[in-house]
T-cell receptor
């Protein structure tokens, strides 16, 4: 059974810091890995999607990497801002379809 | 383009009752997935519908069911509610539900079972 783990569970940083969020998965036979953001009491917003054949994806201040063989992904956030405060979730797709297995998330707080 | 909408946004029910939640996908999207989010278990996959057919199902009891209509709108039903069914229920839509597609999530329906 695929398990997705995110470390740390919570992170508090001052504004302007660069930070790294980690995601690991037990079964390397994934089709893709996605990073989402969730604001309190809200739905999820897709940030980056990395196909299994790719090593990284970038969007603005966000960069996500994928190492399938070691079962790891990292989300790098450059020059963090208070508006980045949210819970960040990673999820993997194990089939050709869209079904996702999620980690429990990293709660990020960026202080002004 | 309108996003994924879910109704109602909040619900309070008592044990033993049943509940129906609705999800309208983004226009043109034919795949709808449902997830349950709780503090203890996190996000767990319930089921996915494509072209009015359930294509995938998660590990939930038969009290949880769903359906999809010809306009791709989907409903999920929970019968004989239990306290542990209190959760945020999220639906997500994509074009045809293939792994390379971005999933677009709705705001969720928060269900409280008393």
């Amino acid at each position: 059974k695929q398990e997705v783990t995110q470390i740390p569970a919570a992170l508090s940083v001052p504004e302007g810091e660069n930070l790294v969020l980690n995601c690991s998965f037990t079964d390397s036979a994934i089709y893709n890995l996605q990073w989402f953001r969730q604001d309190p009491g809200k739905g999820l917003t897709s940030l980056l999607l990395i196909q299994s054949s790719q090593r990284e994806q970038t969007s603005g201040r966000l960069n996500a990497s994928l190492d399938k063989s070691s079962g790891r992904s990292t989300l790098y956030i450059a020059a963090s801002q208070p508006g980045d405060s949210a819970t960040y979730l990673c999820a993997v797709s194990l089939s050709g379809y869209s079904t996702l297995t999620f980690g429990k998330g990293t709660m990020l707080l960026v202080s002004p | 383009k309108a996003g994924v909408t879910q109704t109602p946004r909040y619900l309070i029910k008592t044990r033993g009752q049943q509940v129906t939640l609705s999800c309208s996908p983004i226009s043109g999207h034919r795949s709808v997935s449902w997830y349950q989010q709780t503090p203890g278990q996190g996000l767990q996959f319930l089921f996915e519908y494509f072209s009015e057919t359930q294509r995938n199902k998660g590990n939930f009891p038969g009290r949880f069911s769903g359906r999809q209509f010809s306009n791709s709108r989907s409903e999920m039903n929970v019968s004989t509610l239990e306290l542990g069914d209190s959760a945020l229920y999220l639906c997500a839509s994509s074009l045809v539900g293939e792994h390379q597609e971005t999933q677009y999530f709705g705001p969720g329906t928060r269900l409280l079972v008393l």
